[in-house]
Every structure is written in structure tokens, then in C-alpha cells.
């Protein structure tokens, strides 16, 4: 590849230091959140075979100025739907991956409703996919 011009290149670094775009890892309690913030990162946040490990929000950077925002599972008595948005509010989160291991509860709901009305994209994540059983038992 050719070298590029010496203001294309500046153009391309100051598009890059002006990047700050935060996702979240949200969801239910216990759904692999911190296991894909680990393989998307290359990281190793704690996982754990105990519910809700994660008790505040970690950072992770990821690409060039990305960040991955790894956060505790909702709808405990610690992070109620209401808290869980004041969290998104104060990370200024621009998109969630919503990581879901069981049926969407009402208040994975309500929160679904928030990301939608804020107009925070979604990405909605089933995970523990080899632990389905069909209608048969099997």
C-alpha cells in the first residue's frame, strides 16, 4: 500500500482521537455477560460460577478509542431497572449488547423499553445456547 499523504494521515488521526464510543454488556444475571466482554477483549474480567460476580461497571478499552463496559446483571436488589438507567446515563452509552440466558422478565423489559425510547441501539445477545432443552425433555 502507497504511502498516504501526510494530511490524509493527520485527517485519520484526529478521526480516531475523537472517537468515544462506550458499549455496554448488560442483561440478566448469570448470562455470560463477563465471558463476552472476555472474548471480545481479549481480557480476563472475572467470571463466575457464583450469580451476579459483577457488582459495578468495568471498563475495558477495545479497537482504537472504543470502550466495552462490562455490567452487573439486572433486576437484583442492587441494580434495580431505575439504577441500571441512571447508569446508562452516566457512561453515555450509545449502544448495549443485551445478554439474555432465559425467557425476557419484566424487568429486562423495562429496560429494553428505556434503551428504545433513548434511541441506545441493541443488540440482543441469547447465550448458554447448549443448555436448551426442546419441548420433549431433550
Do not use: C, W
Not at 455477560?33 to 451476579?52: F, Q
Not at 445478554?99 to 429496560?111: A, G, H, L, P
Amino acid at each position: 500500500m502507497a504511502d498516504q499523504h501526510p494530511l490524509v494521515e493527520d485527517y485519520f488521526e484526529y478521526v480516531k482521537s475523537t472517537i468515544d464510543y462506550r458499549i455496554a454488556v448488560a442483561g440478566q444475571v448469570d448470562a455470560g455477560k463477563s465471558a463476552l466482554v472476555n472474548a471480545l477483549t481479549g481480557e480476563n474480567s472475572h467470571i463466575s460460577t457464583e450469580t451476579d460476580a459483577t457488582r459495578d461497571v468495568v471498563s475495558y478499552p477495545y479497537k482504537d478509542k472504543g470502550e466495552l463496559l462490562d455490567f452487573p446483571g439486572v433486576g437484583t436488589t442492587e441494580f434495580s431497572p431505575k439504577q441500571y438507567k441512571k447508569l446508562f446515563k452516566k457512561y453515555k452509552v450509545k449502544h448495549v449488547l443485551y445478554v439474555f440466558s432465559s425467557k425476557i422478565r419484566d424487568v429486562d423489559e423495562k429496560i429494553i423499553r428505556f434503551l428504545a425510547k433513548n434511541k441506545i441501539k441493541v443488540t440482543f445477545i441469547y447465550s448458554k445456547l447448549d443448555t436448551l432443552v426442546d419441548v420433549t425433555g431433550k
